[in-house]
């Protein structure tokens, strides 16, 4: 069965280092997202990106944020300059939007900044 | 405004017993979606259930069941002789027909956990 795949799947960072965290979606969907989940709290949708562009981000993704798709297959993540606050579990998803099904989700990156 | 409320924070049980978790949502859509996702101890997210507004028929799949009720605009979730695999946090969450990216916003999660 296809899925997402995500690495690594779990990353320590000192505040204020630049990291990149990965994602190939399922080969034949359209719409990709990053969503982040603080420890013990809800599941919060970061950014969707489709064409080759972003179609919608939240409050959250401010310009410490970026999202790129480089060569067709991969999905990242990028943040600039980490914070103590940006510790949290990130998902990759993928998802047909035509037939707005559900999206598929991968086992998640842990991101500990220290 | 959208959102899903999810009031319960924990719940245990006692393996076999019965079980449901309660999600409410609000939105002005007429066309929407909903979801049940898992999120065991290991931390990924599993699908579980999309039913679309249109559709409120109950659903049955082995132990699980849900039960959308528009009147109530909520879409609960019953597992019936609970296991100790059942143990997790459960999410609900709504998308919307045709919007711009089909996100889904997530309720706060309810942790199931069922004792031996």
């Known amino acids: 069965e296809p899925e997402v795949t995500q690495t690594p799947s779990h990353q320590v960072t000192q505040m204020g280092q630049e990291v990149i965290l990965r994602c190939v979606p399922i080969?034949?969907?359209?719409?990709f997202y990053w969503y982040r989940q603080i420890l013990g709290q809800k599941v919060e949708f970061l950014v969707s990106?489709?064409?080759?562009?972003?179609?919608?981000k939240s409050e959250i993704f401010d310009d410490q944020f970026s999202v790129e798709r480089p060569d067709g297959s991969n999905f990242t993540l990028k943040i600039r300059s980490t914070k103590l606050e940006d510790s949290a579990m990130y998902f990759c998803?993928?998802?047909?939007?035509?037939?707005?099904?559900?999206?598929?989700f991968g086992q998640g990156t842990r991101l500990t900044v220290v | 405004a959208q959102k899903v409320t999810q009031a319960q924070t924990e719940i245990s049980v006692v393996e076999k017993e019965d079980v449901t978790l309660d999600c409410v949502y609000e939105?002005?859509?007429?066309?929407?979606?909903l979801f049940w996702y898992k999120q065991p101890p290991s931390g990924e997210l599993v699908f579980l259930i999309r039913?679309?507004?249109?559709?409120?028929q109950n659903e049955i799949s082995g132990r699980y069941s849900w039960n959308f009720q528009k009147s109530t605009s909520s879409f609960n979730f019953t597992i019936t002789a609970s296991q100790v695999v059942d143990s997790a946090v459960y999410f609900c969450?709504?998308?919307?027909?045709?919007?711009?990216?089909?996100?889904?916003?997530f309720g706060t999660g309810t942790l199931l956990a069922v004792q031996p």
């Open positions: 969450a709504l998308s919307f027909y045709g919007g711009a990216t089909n996100k889904l916003i």
């Open positions: 990106f489709y064409n080759n562009e972003i179609s919608e």
């Open positions: 080969s034949n969907h359209l719409y």
């Open positions: 039913r679309n507004s249109f559709d409120e």
């Open positions: 998803a993928s998802s047909n939007v035509f037939l707005n099904t559900e999206a598929f």
């Open positions: 939105t002005r859509d007429t066309t929407y979606y």
